[in-house]
């Protein structure tokens, strides 16, 4: 990717990440100051450090080449500055063990490589093992190992392993020389790269029966630490993947994830009882910032997952949110969300039950209500709850509480806080004063992470200080935070923050840019739950039922039931048809697969990685537009391909994935005292106290309140079968309501739709928006032109949006809806009230009509008239408009053959 971008990208790399901050107050004669804990080492005066010439100069620039090369490679690939490494060993050798003034920590890196270089080299020769057991002596062992070597050599039938072997050039040792008690591992010992991975090679070509004889006896070439981590890692992760798939489909190759080859293999006894947990410590002493061969989605999947970025509308990036949804990530921040109270959570959720929806958008009534808004979306297996939240006109913030206490009993603490804001640049002293006040009233005991966008770019978090935000700081002193991000996010400033007041962040990584913002990929050092088992249900679509019905019909259900009571029958009957339908009815399966096709996992891989290795660089972004245009391509591709089938099932699928939003509460609940309760054992015990004490009749008599409720409604303000009434009939306030619900679908259809075919709009709108606007229109239909206006502007921007997604020329509204094959809704409007009209003269309605008009047909007989003819039994003034008073002329004016036809017709 780097070398089709061009060569001017190449030097585009982060500078070195240090370990994160941390903070400290100190008094020092009556004054607060903020220290690091690690110093960096003092630097001697420019004029004292020595001249650099020959070897040393040579030592120098070789260092600061590599500098950021070693920071950049994954720490299990050190083998590949091997070259490197060679270059300035003899040039090390020659000089002091003092390291460089002007690069101490990259000199003892290349130091610490060097040292491994050997130990490295010797592993790349040797292929492990791993399963074979060994005898009751030393000598039993040693002489059982030469022979199964032999053995295996021979079912390989390789001439150059055969003959390697002869000569002595492949040996062998136990690995530990003392594990007493324990099967040691297998070692395997060759001269050479190209010999150790012919033989496994060949090993994994035919599958020789000296191995595979041995149950939970395998062959892989020998590790780094590392690779055993991630191998460790690799295999916890197939561990789940089996158990949510119910079948061995995933497995280990190396330190790598693989898929195996369907049809896959039922799952051993007991496999669900078995404990594959990575072996890495739970509180690091700093985060990692390595990366692996893992995908995002299954890196240190144990731990809870985080994705924090600033998205800048998230109207516009719904699709790229879906995305990453589709990684699996416990707990998603989106800074500027820009949406508003209008805004349905379809934007965030979708039809994806995977997570819970937490908002808070920016006031309307603010000084700038376009943009800011925070959101956070969270898995509910994390049982997340609602606390607080905070906005004045500059800064939004929403505080949540992640309880893990129900399935993690080895932590000291039984939830998490959650804070999420953003602040804007022009975010006064005030509003700044409201913000610390806030966060002070949720600090507790529990450890509290703030993240989010907080535009402080005049803080420098390597010396921790600032010309102008000494009141941050201070804060951050007093609670003990640390501040974790030690890259740029936008420009040359660290704008995007993660704080937090305990040690469980881990892996704070650069992520994909989703806007002028890089994003931010982090985890907590806490167990995240295992997901909730699948419970497949049956596809009765493709059952067999030929076959179910005859041995339904064929089985002897006299003979069957003629000794057994009710009970007994009914427990016969109900095994019976299980055994038939489990045997001739499918059941779904869980797919693992993205539902992504491959080219768009790759293309984001890539731009993961740049971004990591180059973070807010140009070649980041350049890569990220490349992807979301690839992303938006393939929504493209899908939408048109499901209007040109003409599948409407399929059609309204794709419109509940993108228009609506799940309807999940969220998992947690507080009961009356303010007590967390998440368990489901405790929900049913409140919720049952809660029923039996409303059920149970009080002692005395019902007591007035002592003061009239504080929130009192209008009989008026409550809708009638949808309809808002009011007093004078005019309905202004139902149709203000529903034509902002109309306009807000407007927008999340164009929001969520690419393609620029006006079928798709038009079904769209045809499906979701226009029975809005037409719901009852026989009571509501506007009595003024403004009004009527008000409703038809909906249609009219609509078909002004239609013609310019799809690039076609603009034209008059009413030739748009020529274009369209539509009508106006006032034309819609008219033919609903004749169609009710003509009903209620057939008598298809239990409606006494004799209060609204009356049958009054014409005493002679004329060419354009019919008998049906009515008149109103009141006189009313012109201006007046109701049902009656505006289809009168319409009906009388119709043709008799319309006017006569069947109600049913």
Known sequence: VVEDEGEEEKEEVDRVRESPLSISDSTITGRRYIERVEEPPSLPPESSIPTI?????????????????????????????????????????????TPPPTAPSTYTAVKKGMEDAALYADKQKRAVWIGKPEGSSPEETLESDQLELEKLVIE???????SALEKGEITHHRHPKEKPGKRRILKFGFTSQKIRDMF??????????????????????????????????????????????????????????????????????????????????????????????????????????????????????SHILSFIKSLDYSMILLNETWLSEDDSDAFLLGSNANYVSFRKDRPT?????????????????????????????????????????????????????????????????????????????????SPLLISGDLNFPDIDWYTLTSPSQNDFLSFVADYRFSQYVN???????????????????????????????TSISFSLAVSSSRPRPFVPSRLYHLADWVTINSLISDHNWTMSLAHLDMNSSYQYFCDFMNSVLDTY????????????????????????????????????????????????????????????????KAFFALCKTRLKSTSNASPGIIDLTGKSIVTDRDKAHAFSLYFAS?????????????????????????????????????????????????????????????????????????????????????????RTVKLAN?????????????????????????????FLSMSTLEQRRLIFDLLFLHKTIHNFYSLNSNLLFKISPLTRNLRNTHKLRIALPFAVPKSHSTFATRTVQRWNALPGEIVNSSPNV
């Not at 008000?790 to 748009?816: G, H, K, M, W």
């Open 53 to 97: 010439t020959g070897h040393y100069m040579e030592l120098k620039e070789l260092l600061l080449g590599l500098h950021e090369k070693i920071d950049a490679v994954q720490p299990c690939e050190c083998s590949s500055l091997k070259l490197e490494l060679a270059q300035i060993k003899s040039i090390v050798s020659s000089l002091s063990s």
């Open 156 to 162: 390989l039938k390789n001439d150059e392993i055969s």
């Open 200 to 317: 496994l090679s060949e090993i994994r070509k035919i599958h020789p029966k000296t191995i595979t004889d041995l149950k939970g006896s395998f062959m892989r070439r020998d590790l780094c630490p590392m690779e055993l981590e991630l191998e460790r890692q690799a295999r916890y992760e197939a561990f789940k993947l089996n158990l949510k798939m119910n079948c061995l489909a995933y497995g280990v190759c190396d330190e790598r994830l693989i898929q195996f080859r369907q049809p896959y293999r039922a799952l051993p006894l007991n496999y669900a009882d078995r404990d594959p947990s990575p072996s890495h410590n739970s509180y690091p002493s700093s985060p990692s910032h390595n990366s692996s061969r893992i995908s995002q989605s299954s890196r240190n999947n144990d731990l809870i997952s985080v994705f924090l970025a600033n998205v800048r509308s998230i109207r516009k990036k």
């Open 365 to 445: 009534n603010a000084a700038k209500s376009r943009g800011g808004g925070v959101a956070i979306l969270c898995s509910p297996l994390l049982n997340p709850i609602l606390i607080s939240s905070f906005s004045t006109d500059d800064i939004e913030a929403i505080t949540i509480d992640i309880h893990i206490s129900s399935y993690c009993k080895s932590i000291p603490f039984s939830s998490v806080r959650v804070c999420l804001i953003y602040r804007a640049p022009s975010c006064t002293n005030a509003s700044l004063e409201s913000l610390f006040t806030y966060l002070e009233s949720i600090v507790g005991n």
């Open 487 to 517: 890259f740029k996010t936008r420009a040359q400033s660290i704008l995007d923050l993660v704080l937090c007041n305990s040690n469980i962040i881990r892996n704070v990584r650069p992520s994909i840019p989703i806007s002028d913002h």
């Open 585 to 648: 009815v499918p059941k779904t399966t869980r797919s693992s697969s993205s539902p992504y096709p491959r080219h768009l996992r790759i293309l984001y891989n890539k731009s993961n990685r740049i971004a990591m290795i180059a973070p807010n660089s140009t070649l980041a972004h350049k890569l990220s537009h490349r992807f979301e245009r690839a992303l938006r391509e393939h929504n493209v591709r899908v939408e048109n391909k499901i209007v040109n089938s003409n599948n409407a």
């Open 694 to 782: 409303v059920s149970t009749p009080p002692l005395h008599a019902p007591l007035l309140p002592p003061t009239p409720p504080p929130h009192q409604t209008s009989l008026f303000d409550l809708p009638y079968l949808g309809v808002i009434m009011q007093p004078s009939l005019k309905f202004s306030d139902h149709v203000s309501k529903l034509t902002s619900k109309a306009r807000s679908k407007v927008n999340i259809m164009f929001k969520c739709f690419y393609s620029n075919d006006p079928l798709l709009y038009l079904q769209l709108f045809n499906a979701f928006i226009r029975p809005l606007l037409e719901y009852c229109t026989v009571v509501w239909s506007p």
């Open 790 to 818: 008000f409703v038809e502007n909906v249609q009219r921007n609509f078909t002004r949006r239609v013609f310019f997604r799809c690039a076609i020329p603009y034209s008059p509204y009413l030739d748009r809806l020529n």
